[in-house]
């Protein structure tokens, strides 16, 4: 059995990537970033805690273009019916600080993945 690829950290993603991590670092967060092999398959982008805003997992999306992986729509609703929150963080540009200042502030709504799915911005 050959091992799962890895995510890209190229295309549009990954550079929306890089810079929620750099915002949120900035602000004192600890980010993890998740590497999508076969053991985690499924697991949203980003682990990040915060030691007076507790933890957060978090889902990064080009908000141009986005879709759930057969993984994430198995592995997010098992995470959410044992109580763990999953936010989605989506950015048409990684440059864009409004836009990043903007969805930063979901992290302090409730768990917002659900509402993207069904909703995917790739083209068929």
Known sequence: M???QTRS????EGP????????LEARQWAVIITHGNMW???????YIAHQ????????VKYAE?????????RVFPLLTSKGVGI??????????????EQEYKKLWLPPNWHHY???SRRPF
Not at 9 to 12: C, D, L, N, V, W
Not at 16 to 23: N, P, V, Y
Not at 52 to 59: A, P, S
Not at 88 to 99: D, F, I, M, R, S
């Open 87 to 100: 936010w989605v963080l989506a950015l048409a540009h990684h440059k864009n600080t409004v836009e990043l």
């Open 117 to 119: 799915v069904g909703h």
């Open 9 to 12: 950290s190229k295309g549009p």
């Open 52 to 59: 007076n805003h507790g933890t957060r997992w978090v889902e």
């Open 16 to 23: 929306i990537k890089q810079a929620i991590k750099d915002f």
């Open 65 to 73: 273009k986005y879709e759930f992986t057969r993984d994430q729509l």
């Open 40 to 46: 985690q398959a499924g697991l949203p982008d980003l």
């Open 2 to 4: 050959e091992p799962k």
